[in-house]
């Protein structure tokens, strides 16, 4: 069955889902993460902005909001305002008990 | 009428494309085969012809596999799909499953493995998900309960669809009660019978419960059925039974301030109860789910499935089943937790 050879090919490369928290201040600067460095800073900082856009966007809307949480499929992400910041936490969801 | 379904693989090598063509094709329900060597080829195809399943690889340059997927998902959500991979890892096999892939499959290295391969992909297309009630597949609940009544049984039938649940009570073929989470009576079995899918299970009968219902069953699906029509025709009705579906439905919920649903920009897709500035609302919805909806992509997290924003004011959850993004606004005594379950079951009134 040498033929079945042509099955094998290397494993694709996959990027990690991030754990821990970071804070972001007003203008969108990360003050202070426990992400692991290997997550990309860029990321990083776009998640916070895309935080910082939606309570932004929600007051314009008259919506006043103080927490955000975005449940995607394999990810939750959870971010507090703070004093025009956020503080933003993000957890991997286990297959086996998934996090609420 | 050409009834083969029809099958897209994808990879991006072309000997082990024609090596699953091989395969497919030796399947008892004759497939027809189209192939792909890229994610872009792929999408073109999916959209020009009605796949019954798509068979991907996951490493492959510039689209990879997880973002077919997350894009199909989204797309074409009633696609089977299938991910052949040589990685045997089980974080990657979750986050596979949670973009909602049906079969996750290590590459057949046996004869043995490639035999089962072809029995899973055989009974995958013949999978029938379009609607019905689980255990008696292509049945609506209405067969269902005509079979009981029909027959004379004492039961109690158990619905359940996602986070909804309710009960319909039947004595010697007679009607007695229904009980949803909030409803009892007629109007709790005209909710229950809104719900176009579920499963459920038949419990023994219970001769001491309290009749509420008081009409033949015949007379009951009879206008059961004239009420949904109704419903489906956009008709809120007269006021003087509880909606079944859509916005009113929603508005009708316990601790619901404003629902709000888009299809897009304009006034003419938008449509909103218990909003003073619906426009306002109804583009922080879209911009908010179109992006976090690209960032779970780019962070191939599966995808967005819900999003609840707690206030001082008012709660309020977003979720987009199918075309329509939902934005509904919840009283600010609730919990998060409690936003987030009645929010589920929003979305399941919705797509019902």
């Known amino acids: 069955m040498g033929f079945l050879n042509l099955f094998s090919k290397p494993a694709p490369a996959i990027a990690g889902l991030p754990s821990g928290c970071f804070t972001v201040d007003r203008t969108g600067r990360v003050v202070v993460a426990t992400i692991p460095s290997s997550f990309p800073a860029t990321t990083v900082q776009e998640i916070g902005r895309h935080v910082l856009d939606t309570f932004r966007e929600a007051q314009v809307a008259q919506l006043p909001l103080a927490e955000l949480a975005i449940h995607f499929g394999s990810l939750k992400i959870t971010a507090r305002e703070l004093r025009g910041g956020a503080i933003i936490f993000l957890a991997p969801k286990n297959p086996i008990s998934p996090t609420q | ?352």
């Open chain 2, 1 to 352: 009428m050409d009834t083969h379904h029809k099958i897209l693989l994808l990879d991006d090598d072309p000997d082990l494309l024609e090596m699953y063509r091989e395969i497919l094709e030796q399947l008892p329900s004759q497939p027809e085969i189209h192939t792909a060597a890229s994610g872009a080829r792929a999408m073109a195809l999916l959209e020009a012809h009605p796949f019954r399943l798509l068979i991907t690889d996951l490493k492959m340059p510039k689209m990879d596999g997880l973002q077919v997927l997350s894009i199909v998902r989204r797309k074409y959500p009633l696609l089977r799909t299938v991910v052949l991979t040589s990685v045997a890892d089980e974080n990657f096999r979750s986050r596979v499953y949670a973009l909602g892939v049906d079969l996750f499959w290590q590459k057949p290295a046996t004869e043995n493995e490639i035999k089962m391969f072809r029995e899973c992909v055989e009974s995958l297309m013949d999978r029938n998900e379009d609607s019905g009630f689980r255990g008696v597949q292509s049945k609506s609940l209405v067969d269902i309960i005509q079979l009981e009544c029909i027959s004379h049984s004492s039961s109690v039938l158990r619905i359940t669809n996602g986070p909804l649940s309710g009960k319909i009570w039947i004595d010697s073929g007679e009607l007695v009660d229904a009980e949803t989470d909030d409803t009892r009576g007629e109007d709790a079995f005209l909710k229950i019978l809104a719900w176009r899918a579920g499963s459920f299970e038949t419990l023994p009968g219970e001769a001491t419960r309290a009749r509420t219902i008081f009409k033949s069953y015949n007379a009951l699906l009879l206008e059961t059925a004239q009420l949904l029509d109704e419903a489906a025709s956009n008709n809120d009705g007269d006021g003087s039974r509880p909606a079944t579906r859509g916005i009113p439905a929603v508005a009708q919920m316990d601790g619901v301030e404003f629902v709000l649903t888009t299809k897009g920009p304009g006034k003419e897709n938008f449509e909103a109860r218990g909003l003073e500035n619906p426009e306002r609302v109804e583009a922080w919805t879209r911009q908010t789910l179109e992006r976090f909806r690209t960032l779970g992509e780019r962070l191939q997290a599966g995808p967005l499935e819900q999003i609840e924003a707690l206030g001082p004011q008012r709660h309020v959850a977003l979720a987009q089943p199918g075309e329509t993004a939902l934005c509904v606004g919840w009283r600010a005594v609730l919990s998060g937790d409690e936003v987030r379950e009645r929010m589920k079951k929003v979305v399941t009134i919705w797509a019902s």
